[in-house]
């Protein structure tokens, strides 16, 4: 049973920074992608940040120069390092493996982590 695991997530100020990390544990044979979205409130969930399985990597215009993915593939861990925090970047954030291939290609969800950026 695969399982992901979210953490990092709680109250910056303004300029501050924090580190998300997710770990997916269970059978997995190949990772296609790793991606980081967010939520807020009233809003759409939206892509932040995603990593290819070759380490190839993409960020929204709002994260770019500001956020980091990273991973460790030893311990099956994405990071999302989120420096120069604002007020807007206020949400739910969750991390998105897609996995598999084929008839077993699957997303699988953290459950989320709040950030909250506010004096």
């Known amino acids: 049973q695969v399982q992901v695991v979210e953490s990092g997530g709680g109250l910056v100020q303004p300029g501050g920074s924090l580190r998300l990390s997710c770990i997916i544990s269970?059978?997995?044979?190949?990772?296609?992608?790793m991606n980081w979205y967010r939520q807020a409130p009233g809003n759409e969930r939206e892509l932040v940040a995603t990593?290819?399985?070759?380490?190839?990597?993409n960020y929204a215009d709002s994260a770019k120069g500001r956020f980091t993915i990273s991973r460790d593939n030893a311990k099956k861990t994405v990071y999302l390092q989120m420096n120069s925090l604002k007020p807007e970047d206020t949400a739910v954030y969750y991390c998105n493996f897609d996995i598999g291939s084929g008839i077993y290609r699957k997303n699988y969800w953290g459950q989320g982590t709040q950030v909250t950026v506010s004096s």
């Open positions: 990593m290819s399985g070759g380490g190839s990597t």
């Open positions: 269970g059978n997995i044979f190949s990772i296609n992608a």
